[in-house]
């Protein structure tokens, strides 16, 4: 039995992408979580918070711990699996490779620092300036890998000369035009999906009513004001991308938008399917608002999919993606704003079991959310690996032994995954909050078990 080792080489980086996004989303996104409950159980001399800190940064180091891995193989993936890339664009992607190592090492080191000293400065502020180290550095690493991803929409920094690249810059290869709306836009659904991660752990914490409750309040309050605050800026970078896509990668923004001829005043399509004769059914249409994210002027040309080669264009389907990750979006900057203006009000029980259902939700779903973008990214690239110089077949790899190295990967997967979920609930239900606030804050118990 023949396999096609192009579609196998997808389906490995897909497999491994889809699995390290979750890992390295929230390696971005808990370190900030932790600085700043830690610096408001400073600020306001609450217990609860530093509690809060203190078992978010134990789960952390567990994540990390596999992100570290699954960050490796995709390291190895780039040689093994797309060999023919890395000849032509190796000497270019060194450098933010390098710095994203770097900028873990860093994280690394200040995490460590940070874990272990504990109650061991005088100044509790002293110790929460251990944490921002670490935030820097999980965000750097961020900054770096995704000037790479970058740089595959939008090439530049280099000259072609008999096929191969010259006089490369690779500072301005780092920043090119997709970098810095691709670098907000990531930093900002990073720490948007881990608030809405921490918001669903202490939703159903309440929903359980074991106990701890103004603990789980306390971290429920925290993460849905952040939330909304994440959702306003993650909304705000889905605009400058769009701008971005609208005069960088036309085609993208068209095929998402299923809008197949260049016209003014173009309506944004959401949902709907297309026919027989790739005509929209079904769709719901907002006059003239593609025009609008495109351009900022609801009058405004809008490029169609017409104006690229046919074997160029992006797979239509990037258009459900598109959809989904916008709709999650608005839902959860939704769900956070309702919060906010019930506590505000205080006209309800702002922890009724709707309310705290639908921040149970929030979690899973962000994460998907993450998932379908960076999907629709990936999709929407196609057919090209690097942007007008390689396709994916051009760059995938011949080997015979792609089948093997597959399976090899999935079975890391499985095991990699197995032994997170093990360990979390090793962690944390063997030593439950109730235990850890009888322990250290046996004043803090009176009242508490609601």
């Not at 608002?289 to 900022?296: I, K, V």
């Amino acid at each position: 039995m023949e396999f096609d080792t192009v579609t196998i080489s997808r389906a490995i980086t897909a497999m491994t992408l889809i699995f390290h996004i979750i890992f390295a989303t929230l390696g971005v996104g808990v370190p900030l979580f932790i600085s700043l409950a830690e610096f408001i159980g400073i600020k306001k001399k609450d217990k609860h918070y530093e509690l809060l800190a203190k078992r978010w940064s134990r789960g952390f180091v567990i994540s990390v711990a596999i992100g570290v891995v699954t960050g490796t193989a995709i390291a190895l993936q780039l040689s093994l699996v797309w060999p023919n890339f890395m000849q032509l664009a190796g000497n270019v992607i060194a450098l933010p490779l390098f710095m994203e190592v770097f900028a873990f090492f860093f994280e690394a080191i200040f995490l460590g620092i940070y874990l272990y000293t504990w109650d061991r400065f005088k100044g509790k502020y002293t110790h929460w300036l251990l944490s921002l180290p670490v935030i820097i550095g999980a965000g750097m690493s961020a900054v770096f890998i995704s000037t790479v991803n970058s740089f595959m929409n939008s090439p530049s920094g280099f000259t072609m000369v008999n096929g191969e690249f010259a006089a490369v810059n690779p500072f301005e290869a780092m920043l090119n035009p997709s970098a810095p709306t691709r670098i907000f836009h990531v930093l900002g659904g990073s720490y948007l999906t881990v608030g809405a991660i921490l918001a669903t752990i202490a939703a159903l914490a309440l929903l359980r009513k074991k106990g701890a409750a103004e603990y789980h309040k306390k971290a429920l309050k925290m993460t849905v004001i952040s939330m909304f605050v994440f959702s306003i800026l993650t909304s705000l970078g889905g605009d400058l991308s769009a701008k971005y896509l609208a005069k960088y990668q036309s085609e993208k923004l068209a095929a998402a938008e299923w809008h197949f001829e260049t016209e003014e005043n173009v309506d944004l399509i959401l949902f709907g399917w297309l026919n027989e004769d790739n005509e929209v059914v079904g769709e719901i249409r907002i006059p003239g608002f593609l025009s609008f994210l495109a351009h900022g002027d609801f009058m405004s040309e809008v490029s169609g999919l017409e104006e690229t080669p046919e074997g160029e264009r992006p797979p239509l389907v990037i258009h459900y993606l598109f959809d989904l990750m916008v709709m999650i979006g608005f839902f959860l900057l939704g769900i956070s704003f309702l919060y906010i203006l019930i506590s505000r009000f205080k006209r309800w029980d702002v922890h009724n079991k709707f309310i705290l259902w639908l921040f149970v939700l929030s979690g899973p779903l962000a994460m998907l959310a993450v998932e379908f973008g960076w999907v629709f990214a990936e999709l929407g690239r196609q057919p090209w690996i690097l942007r007008g110089y390689m396709t994916v077949e051009e760059a995938a790899t011949t080997s015979p032994y792609i089948l093997q190295m597959f399976f090899l990967f999935l079975a890391l997967y499985i095991v990699l995954g197995t032994l997170f979920v093990l360990t979390l609930r090793k962690l944390f239900k063997d030593n439950p909050v109730e235990l850890d606030l009888e322990k250290h804050y046996p004043e803090l118990t009176k009242g508490d078990k609601k």
